[in-house]
Protein backbone atom coordinates (compact mmCIF):
# COMPACT_ATOMS: atom_id res chain seq x y z
CA UNK A 1 0.00 0.00 0.00
CA UNK A 2 1.20 3.46 -0.94
CA UNK A 3 -0.19 6.97 -0.03
CA UNK A 4 0.18 9.85 -2.46
CA UNK A 5 1.33 13.35 -1.88
CA UNK A 6 0.44 15.79 -4.22
CA UNK A 7 2.33 15.79 -7.48
CA UNK A 8 2.41 12.19 -7.51
CA UNK A 9 5.24 11.49 -5.05
CA UNK A 10 4.61 8.21 -3.17
CA UNK A 11 5.43 7.30 0.76
CA UNK A 12 6.09 3.36 0.44
CA UNK A 13 4.61 0.98 2.79
CA UNK A 14 8.00 0.08 4.19
CA UNK A 15 10.48 2.84 4.98
CA UNK A 16 13.18 3.37 8.11
CA UNK A 17 10.62 5.18 10.38
CA UNK A 18 13.35 6.15 12.93
CA UNK A 19 14.82 9.46 12.52
CA UNK A 20 18.11 10.62 13.29
CA UNK A 21 19.32 9.19 16.38
CA UNK A 22 19.23 11.36 19.72
CA UNK A 23 23.14 12.11 20.03
CA UNK A 24 22.61 14.47 16.48
CA UNK A 25 20.56 16.62 18.80
CA UNK A 26 23.08 17.78 21.51
CA UNK A 27 26.75 16.92 19.73
CA UNK A 28 28.99 19.41 20.04
CA UNK A 29 31.51 17.33 17.52
CA UNK A 30 28.60 17.15 15.27
CA UNK A 31 27.91 21.02 15.98
CA UNK A 32 31.80 21.71 14.64
CA UNK A 33 30.77 19.27 11.68
CA UNK A 34 28.20 21.19 10.80
CA UNK A 35 28.76 24.77 10.89
CA UNK A 36 31.49 24.02 8.63
CA UNK A 37 29.89 21.65 5.47
CA UNK A 38 26.34 23.16 6.10
CA UNK A 39 26.34 26.47 7.20
CA UNK A 40 29.68 27.27 5.49
CA UNK A 41 29.53 25.73 2.74
CA UNK A 42 25.62 26.19 1.76
CA UNK A 43 23.77 29.61 0.24
CA UNK A 44 22.16 31.86 2.75
CA UNK A 45 19.75 34.38 2.92
CA UNK A 46 20.82 37.70 3.71
CA UNK A 47 17.80 39.93 2.41
CA UNK A 48 16.28 41.79 -0.51
CA UNK A 49 17.73 43.99 -2.90
CA UNK A 50 15.36 46.98 -2.04
CA UNK A 51 16.63 46.76 1.37
CA UNK A 52 19.50 48.65 -0.02
CA UNK A 53 17.62 50.98 -2.00
CA UNK A 54 20.26 53.57 -1.10
CA UNK A 55 23.61 54.01 -2.08
CA UNK A 56 25.92 53.10 1.07
CA UNK A 57 23.20 50.93 2.63
CA UNK A 58 24.03 47.53 4.23
CA UNK A 59 22.52 44.73 5.75
CA UNK A 60 25.55 42.35 7.81
CA UNK A 61 24.81 38.41 8.76
CA UNK A 62 26.68 35.75 11.04
CA UNK A 63 26.75 32.81 10.94
CA UNK A 64 29.23 29.10 11.54
CA UNK A 65 31.68 31.78 12.79
CA UNK A 66 31.04 33.95 9.55
CA UNK A 67 30.38 37.65 9.15
CA UNK A 68 28.50 38.68 5.93
CA UNK A 69 28.29 42.33 4.56
CA UNK A 70 26.39 43.05 1.52
CA UNK A 71 26.32 46.59 0.70
CA UNK A 72 24.97 48.91 -2.71
CA UNK A 73 27.91 50.84 -3.96
CA UNK A 74 28.22 54.45 -5.72
CA UNK A 75 28.14 52.63 -9.12
CA UNK A 76 24.78 51.00 -7.55
CA UNK A 77 26.07 47.57 -7.65
CA UNK A 78 25.71 45.40 -4.67
CA UNK A 79 28.73 43.59 -3.76
CA UNK A 80 29.70 41.09 -0.35
CA UNK A 81 32.01 40.77 1.76
CA UNK A 82 33.63 39.41 4.94
CA UNK A 83 32.62 42.05 7.51
CA UNK A 84 36.55 41.43 8.61
CA UNK A 85 38.81 44.75 8.57
CA UNK A 86 42.01 43.31 6.93
CA UNK A 87 44.17 45.49 9.67
CA UNK A 88 42.87 43.52 13.15
CA UNK A 89 39.69 41.34 12.27
CA UNK A 90 37.17 43.95 13.79
CA UNK A 91 33.87 43.92 12.33
CA UNK A 92 34.06 47.35 9.97
CA UNK A 93 30.15 47.39 10.45
CA UNK A 94 28.73 47.25 13.77
CA UNK A 95 25.11 47.27 12.82
CA UNK A 96 22.77 44.57 11.55
CA UNK A 97 21.58 47.22 8.63
CA UNK A 98 22.65 50.65 8.28
CA UNK A 99 23.94 53.07 5.81
CA UNK A 100 27.73 53.77 5.39
CA UNK A 101 28.35 57.15 3.51
CA UNK A 102 31.47 57.70 1.19
CA UNK A 103 33.43 55.22 2.58
CA UNK A 104 33.06 52.04 5.28
CA UNK A 105 35.23 53.41 8.29
CA UNK A 106 36.36 50.73 10.66
CA UNK A 107 35.20 51.76 13.96
CA UNK A 108 38.43 49.69 15.90
CA UNK A 109 41.48 51.79 14.52
CA UNK A 110 40.05 53.82 11.44
CA UNK A 111 41.21 51.98 8.83
CA UNK A 112 38.78 52.92 5.32
CA UNK A 113 37.50 51.10 2.64
CA UNK A 114 35.59 52.57 -0.61
CA UNK A 115 31.97 51.38 -1.18
CA UNK A 116 33.53 49.01 -3.39
CA UNK A 117 35.43 46.97 -0.57
CA UNK A 118 39.32 48.58 -1.76
CA UNK A 119 41.65 49.39 0.51
CA UNK A 120 41.26 53.63 0.79
CA UNK A 121 43.01 54.59 3.81
CA UNK A 122 44.87 53.92 6.64
CA UNK A 123 45.33 55.59 10.11
CA UNK A 124 48.75 56.73 10.82
CA UNK A 125 50.29 55.11 8.24
CA UNK A 126 54.00 56.49 9.10
CA UNK A 127 54.13 53.81 11.67
CA UNK A 128 53.54 51.02 9.28
CA UNK A 129 55.62 49.44 6.41
CA UNK A 130 54.98 50.17 3.21
CA UNK A 131 52.00 48.23 2.12
CA UNK A 132 50.30 47.50 -1.31
CA UNK A 133 46.88 48.88 -0.34
CA UNK A 134 45.35 46.76 -3.84
CA UNK A 135 45.94 43.41 -1.61
CA UNK A 136 44.05 44.48 1.23
CA UNK A 137 40.67 45.01 0.31
CA UNK A 138 37.75 43.82 2.10
CA UNK A 139 37.53 39.86 1.11
CA UNK A 140 34.79 39.36 -1.55
CA UNK A 141 31.97 36.17 -0.62
CA UNK A 142 30.63 34.50 -3.52
CA UNK A 143 26.80 36.34 -4.07
CA UNK A 144 24.09 35.31 -5.63
CA UNK A 145 20.67 37.60 -6.21
CA UNK A 146 17.70 35.61 -6.66
CA UNK A 147 14.55 36.99 -7.72
CA UNK A 148 15.70 40.05 -5.91
CA UNK A 149 16.63 37.88 -2.46
CA UNK A 150 20.43 38.14 -1.73
CA UNK A 151 22.22 34.92 -1.18
CA UNK A 152 26.11 34.14 0.35
CA UNK A 153 28.45 31.52 0.34
CA UNK A 154 31.04 32.03 2.83
CA UNK A 155 33.05 28.66 0.81
CA UNK A 156 33.12 27.24 -2.19
CA UNK A 157 31.18 23.67 -2.45
CA UNK A 158 29.45 21.54 -4.78
CA UNK A 159 26.20 23.52 -4.23
CA UNK A 160 24.21 24.74 -7.11
CA UNK A 161 23.14 27.91 -7.88
CA UNK A 162 19.96 28.93 -6.15
CA UNK A 163 18.47 29.52 -9.71
CA UNK A 164 19.17 26.32 -10.03
CA UNK A 165 17.73 24.90 -7.04
CA UNK A 166 14.93 26.66 -6.97
CA UNK A 167 14.35 26.30 -10.46
CA UNK A 168 11.26 24.16 -9.92
CA UNK A 169 9.25 26.90 -8.67
CA UNK A 170 9.62 29.55 -10.88
CA UNK A 171 6.38 28.46 -12.93
CA UNK A 172 4.23 29.42 -9.26
CA UNK A 173 6.27 32.55 -8.31
CA UNK A 174 6.71 34.40 -11.20
CA UNK A 175 3.35 36.56 -10.80
CA UNK A 176 4.67 37.91 -7.68
CA UNK A 177 7.24 39.98 -9.50
CA UNK A 178 9.84 39.30 -6.41
CA UNK A 179 12.24 41.73 -7.67
CA UNK A 180 9.74 44.54 -6.53
CA UNK A 181 8.23 43.40 -3.77
CA UNK A 182 9.03 45.63 -0.43
CA UNK A 183 10.60 44.42 2.86
CA UNK A 184 8.70 45.45 5.66
CA UNK A 185 11.16 46.08 8.21
CA UNK A 186 8.44 46.37 11.35
CA UNK A 187 7.74 42.36 10.51
CA UNK A 188 11.13 41.49 11.13
CA UNK A 189 12.35 39.38 14.20
CA UNK A 190 14.96 37.28 15.42
CA UNK A 191 14.65 35.01 18.37
CA UNK A 192 16.61 32.67 20.38
CA UNK A 193 15.12 29.32 21.26
CA UNK A 194 16.93 27.01 23.70
CA UNK A 195 16.98 23.74 21.08
CA UNK A 196 19.39 22.57 18.23
CA UNK A 197 18.03 23.58 14.65
CA UNK A 198 17.01 20.52 13.64
CA UNK A 199 14.32 20.07 15.70
CA UNK A 200 12.70 23.31 14.40
CA UNK A 201 13.48 21.45 11.23
CA UNK A 202 11.96 18.69 12.10
CA UNK A 203 8.60 19.88 13.23
CA UNK A 204 8.40 22.08 10.20
CA UNK A 205 8.90 19.79 7.86
CA UNK A 206 5.25 17.87 8.50
CA UNK A 207 1.97 18.82 8.67
CA UNK A 208 0.55 15.74 10.78
CA UNK A 209 0.72 18.25 14.05
CA UNK A 210 -1.32 20.95 12.20
CA UNK A 211 -4.60 19.47 13.79
CA UNK A 212 -3.70 19.25 17.23
CA UNK A 213 -1.47 21.84 17.49
CA UNK A 214 -2.32 24.56 15.26
CA UNK A 215 -5.99 25.30 15.96
CA UNK A 216 -5.24 28.91 13.66
CA UNK A 217 -3.73 27.13 11.01
CA UNK A 218 -6.14 23.96 10.99
CA UNK A 219 -9.25 26.58 10.63
CA UNK A 220 -7.55 27.99 7.90
CA UNK A 221 -6.70 24.67 5.93
CA UNK A 222 -8.70 22.23 6.94
CA UNK A 223 -7.85 18.49 5.90
CA UNK A 224 -6.52 20.62 2.72
CA UNK A 225 -2.79 20.69 3.54
CA UNK A 226 -0.15 18.60 1.92
CA UNK A 227 3.79 17.95 2.46
CA UNK A 228 5.93 16.54 0.24
CA UNK A 229 8.86 15.01 0.50
CA UNK A 230 12.66 16.65 0.13
CA UNK A 231 13.71 16.22 -3.51
CA UNK A 232 16.71 17.69 -4.66
CA UNK A 233 17.74 20.32 -2.06
CA UNK A 234 13.93 21.83 -2.08
CA UNK A 235 10.58 20.74 -0.54
CA UNK A 236 7.14 22.33 -1.41
CA UNK A 237 3.98 22.31 0.85
CA UNK A 238 0.46 23.44 -0.23
CA UNK A 239 -2.42 24.53 2.12
CA UNK A 240 -5.44 25.58 0.76
CA UNK A 241 -8.06 27.54 2.06
CA UNK A 242 -10.95 26.22 4.01
CA UNK A 243 -14.01 26.88 2.83
CA UNK A 244 -16.16 26.35 6.12
CA UNK A 245 -16.75 28.86 8.71
CA UNK A 246 -14.11 30.26 11.56
CA UNK A 247 -14.46 30.53 15.15
CA UNK A 248 -10.93 31.94 15.22
CA UNK A 249 -11.31 35.98 14.54
CA UNK A 250 -7.87 36.53 12.87
CA UNK A 251 -8.32 33.76 10.39
CA UNK A 252 -12.43 34.14 9.64
CA UNK A 253 -11.28 38.21 9.09
CA UNK A 254 -8.32 37.10 6.88
CA UNK A 255 -10.51 34.84 4.39
CA UNK A 256 -12.90 37.34 4.41
CA UNK A 257 -11.02 40.91 4.03
CA UNK A 258 -8.69 38.97 1.64
CA UNK A 259 -9.03 40.54 -1.81
CA UNK A 260 -8.21 39.43 -4.99
CA UNK A 261 -4.66 39.95 -6.09
CA UNK A 262 -5.66 40.17 -10.03
CA UNK A 263 -1.86 39.34 -10.86
CA UNK A 264 -1.68 36.11 -9.15
CA UNK A 265 -3.15 32.65 -10.68
CA UNK A 266 -6.13 31.39 -8.80
CA UNK A 267 -4.63 28.92 -7.08
CA UNK A 268 -2.19 31.46 -6.17
CA UNK A 269 -5.00 33.29 -4.64
CA UNK A 270 -6.49 30.69 -2.44
CA UNK A 271 -3.49 29.10 -0.72
CA UNK A 272 -0.45 29.64 1.04
CA UNK A 273 2.25 27.39 -0.34
CA UNK A 274 5.51 26.66 1.16
CA UNK A 275 9.04 26.71 -0.81
CA UNK A 276 11.76 24.88 1.73
CA UNK A 277 15.58 25.47 0.46
CA UNK A 278 17.80 22.74 1.98
CA UNK A 279 19.73 23.06 4.82
CA UNK A 280 17.74 26.06 7.06
CA UNK A 281 15.38 28.33 4.68
CA UNK A 282 11.79 28.63 3.71
CA UNK A 283 9.92 30.77 1.57
CA UNK A 284 6.25 31.72 2.21
CA UNK A 285 3.85 32.40 -0.73
CA UNK A 286 0.98 33.95 0.40
CA UNK A 287 -2.06 36.25 -1.86
CA UNK A 288 -1.22 38.71 0.67
CA UNK A 289 2.33 39.14 1.08
CA UNK A 290 6.08 36.81 0.96
CA UNK A 291 7.52 35.47 4.15
CA UNK A 292 10.67 33.75 4.75
CA UNK A 293 12.28 32.42 7.86
CA UNK A 294 15.41 30.41 8.45
CA UNK A 295 17.55 29.21 11.67
CA UNK A 296 21.34 29.94 12.30
CA UNK A 297 22.79 27.57 15.08
CA UNK A 298 24.50 29.73 17.65
CA UNK A 299 25.60 25.85 19.55
CA UNK A 300 24.52 22.14 19.79
CA UNK A 301 21.45 23.83 21.81
CA UNK A 302 21.03 27.00 20.49
CA UNK A 303 19.33 28.49 17.68
CA UNK A 304 18.29 32.01 16.37
CA UNK A 305 15.19 31.59 14.02
CA UNK A 306 14.96 34.90 12.19
CA UNK A 307 12.21 35.87 9.25
CA UNK A 308 9.97 38.67 7.88
CA UNK A 309 7.62 39.67 5.05
CA UNK A 310 7.74 41.47 1.95
CA UNK A 311 4.56 43.29 0.90
CA UNK A 312 3.40 44.62 -2.88
CA UNK A 313 4.48 47.93 -3.61
CA UNK A 314 1.37 48.91 -4.59
CA UNK A 315 -0.39 47.54 -1.64
CA UNK A 316 -4.09 48.41 -1.07
CA UNK A 317 -5.37 49.41 2.24
CA UNK A 318 -7.15 45.53 2.28
CA UNK A 319 -3.99 44.14 1.08
CA UNK A 320 -2.49 45.57 4.22
CA UNK A 321 -5.35 44.42 6.28
CA UNK A 322 -4.99 40.29 5.19
CA UNK A 323 -1.23 41.17 5.53
CA UNK A 324 -1.74 42.28 9.41
CA UNK A 325 -3.87 38.94 9.66
CA UNK A 326 -2.03 36.42 8.02
CA UNK A 327 1.20 37.81 10.31
CA UNK A 328 -1.11 37.50 13.29
CA UNK A 329 -2.05 33.42 12.40
CA UNK A 330 1.70 33.40 11.69
CA UNK A 331 3.03 34.58 14.89
CA UNK A 332 0.58 32.17 16.57
CA UNK A 333 2.44 29.05 14.27
CA UNK A 334 5.75 30.20 15.61
CA UNK A 335 4.82 30.54 19.11
CA UNK A 336 2.95 26.54 19.53
CA UNK A 337 5.80 25.91 17.10
CA UNK A 338 8.80 26.68 19.55
CA UNK A 339 7.08 24.80 22.53
CA UNK A 340 6.87 21.84 20.69
CA UNK A 341 10.77 22.58 18.84
CA UNK A 342 12.10 22.75 22.84
CA UNK A 343 10.02 19.66 23.95
CA UNK A 344 11.37 17.42 21.59
CA UNK A 345 15.00 18.90 21.25
CA UNK A 346 15.35 18.47 25.43
CA UNK A 347 13.71 14.72 24.97
CA UNK A 348 16.68 13.71 23.27
CA UNK A 349 18.45 13.27 26.61
CA UNK A 350 15.99 12.01 28.54
CA UNK A 351 17.12 8.20 30.23
CA UNK A 352 13.11 7.62 28.54
CA UNK A 353 14.47 8.68 25.18
CA UNK A 354 14.80 5.67 22.48
CA UNK A 355 14.42 6.92 19.66
CA UNK A 356 11.00 8.38 17.28
CA UNK A 357 8.59 6.34 15.11
CA UNK A 358 7.71 8.70 11.98
CA UNK A 359 4.42 8.39 10.30
CA UNK A 360 3.52 8.57 6.71
CA UNK A 361 3.00 12.23 7.45
CA UNK A 362 5.81 12.81 8.19
CA UNK A 363 7.73 11.29 5.50
CA UNK A 364 9.23 14.94 4.40
CA UNK A 365 11.42 14.48 7.83
CA UNK A 366 12.64 11.27 6.76
CA UNK A 367 13.65 12.45 3.32
CA UNK A 368 15.32 15.94 5.28
CA UNK A 369 17.09 13.52 7.03
CA UNK A 370 17.92 11.52 3.99
CA UNK A 371 19.74 14.68 2.35
CA UNK A 372 21.77 15.24 5.74
CA UNK A 373 23.00 12.06 6.41
CA UNK A 374 23.84 11.96 2.44
CA UNK A 375 26.52 14.67 3.38
CA UNK A 376 26.97 13.53 6.82
CA UNK A 377 26.82 9.60 6.63
CA UNK A 378 28.23 9.54 10.28
CA UNK A 379 24.72 10.32 11.38
CA UNK A 380 23.70 7.01 10.47
CA UNK A 381 25.82 5.80 13.69
CA UNK A 382 24.14 5.02 16.46
CA UNK A 383 26.99 5.85 19.00
CA UNK A 384 28.18 9.43 18.50
CA UNK A 385 32.14 9.43 17.96
CA UNK A 386 34.14 11.48 20.15
CA UNK A 387 34.18 15.17 19.14
CA UNK A 388 37.22 14.97 18.19
CA UNK A 389 37.18 12.18 15.48
CA UNK A 390 33.65 13.50 14.28
CA UNK A 391 34.84 15.15 11.46
CA UNK A 392 37.33 12.53 10.43
CA UNK A 393 34.96 9.53 10.86
CA UNK A 394 32.40 11.76 8.54
CA UNK A 395 35.48 12.27 5.77
CA UNK A 396 36.32 7.98 6.24
CA UNK A 397 32.20 7.08 5.64
CA UNK A 398 32.15 10.00 2.83
CA UNK A 399 34.86 7.98 1.56
CA UNK A 400 34.00 4.32 1.78
CA UNK A 401 29.93 5.65 0.17
CA UNK A 402 32.07 7.12 -3.11
CA UNK A 403 33.65 4.23 -3.38
Known amino acids: ?64 NERGLVIRGADKKIRAFHNVCRHRGSRVVADEKGKCNKSIVCPYHGWSYGLDGAMRGVARPETFPEMDKSQLGLIPLNMEIWFGFIFVKFKESSQPSVKEIMARFDHEIVDYALEEMIPVPESEWAE ?19 KQAHPGLHELYGQNYNDEPYKNGTSRSVGIFNTKPSKRWSVRNYLKLLPTVKKLSTESQ ?82 AYSGIILSD ?29 MSTVNNEMLGSILI
Open 192 to 210: VVNANWKSVRDVDNEGYHV
Open 1 to 64: MTHTIENQDTVPSNWNRSGLPGWAYFSEGLFKLEQEILFRQHWQLVGHVNSLAEVGSYITLDVA
Open 270 to 351: TRWMYAGMFPNLVFGFYPDSVIYYMEIPISATQTIQRGGALRYPNETRDLKIARYLSGRIDRDTAKEDQMLTVWSSEATKSS
Open 361 to 389: LEYGVKTYHDHLRKIMPVLGLQNAPTAEK
